[in-house]
Nanobody, 123 residues
Framework: VQLQASGGGLVQAGGSLRLSCVAS????????VGWFRQAPGQGREFVAG????????SYSDSVKGRFSISKDNAKNTVLLQMNMLKPADTAVYYC?????????????????WGQGTLVTVSS
């Protein structure tokens, strides 16, 4: 599975962005998908995840209530809607898929990674 992430950019605090992750090569209907982010000088952290079916989702405490993840297996796409953005959300965002159906917050359990898209939130 090849993953292509897009949708990052520069936005003011309080604004919104929508990130897309499109899979190619084969369907990823049997893959759970997660979004991770890495800020400068920081480790990679789990942001949100969806089960392979898209019926179960999970969020980190730092984004819960502001971000929303959705999976469309017919379109091989996962979206991350980010609202009420804060400067602390500034990071490179990566989508990742794993050969498993359940969400896990651990990056080493993901098998396929997109190239990352930069989100910058100004104060």
């Amino acid at each position: 599975v090849q993953l292509q992430a897009s949708g990052g950019g520069l936005v003011q605090a309080g604004g919104s962005l929508r990130l897309s992750c499109v899979a190619s090569g084969r369907t990823f209907s049997n893959n759970a998908v997660g979004w991770f982010r890495q800020a400068p000088g920081q480790g990679r952290e789990f942001v949100a995840g969806t089960s392979a079916s898209g019926h179960s989702v999970s969020y980190s405490d730092s984004v819960k209530g502001r971000f929303s993840i959705s999976k469309d297996n017919a379109k091989n796409t996962v979206l991350l809607q980010m609202n009420m953005l804060k400067p602390a959300d500034t990071a490179v965002y990566y989508c990742a898929a794993r050969d498993g159906i359940e969400i896990v917050p651990r990056d080493w359990e993901y098998d396929y990674w997109g190239q990352g898209t930069l989100v910058t939130v100004s104060s």
